[in-house]
């Protein structure tokens, strides 16, 4: 059973650094897809960056150069370093897994960031 939570939210000013946690555990690596999704106020749910089953990360054009995705496996942590945080960062984060990587993600329950000028 794939199971995903997330920590590390919080509040924070423009320009500052956040880096979120995802504690990951029930399946493969080389046969899952890991992404950290963006949520703000009002939006639908977007995938931000992933890491593929190739491994290398892919990064959404908003967050290129300020975000970076990373996985410990032997802490089975996914993390996601944020920094130069915009107020356009604010909501809520989550991280998923794609097992398979056919486009069905499970998710994590999420954690709130906030960015304030």
């Known amino acids: 059973q794939v199971q995903l939570v997330e920590s590390g939210g919080g509040s924070v000013q423009s320009g500052g650094s956040l880096r979120l946690s995802c504690e990951v555990s029930?399946?493969?690596?080389?046969?899952?897809?890991l992404y950290w999704f963006h949520q703000a106020p009002g939006q639908e749910r977007q995938a931000i960056v992933g890491i593929l089953s190739n491994g290398k990360p892919t990064y959404r054009d908003s967050v290129k150069g300020r975000f970076t995705i990373s996985l410990d496996v032997a802490k089975n942590t996914l993390f996601l370093q944020m920094n130069s945080l915009k107020i356009e960062d604010t909501g809520m984060y989550y991280c998923a897994a794609d097992r398979g990587c056919d486009g069905k993600n499970q998710w994590g329950q999420g954690t709130r960031v906030t960015v304030s000028s």
């Open positions: 029930g399946f493969t690596y080389s046969e899952t897809c």
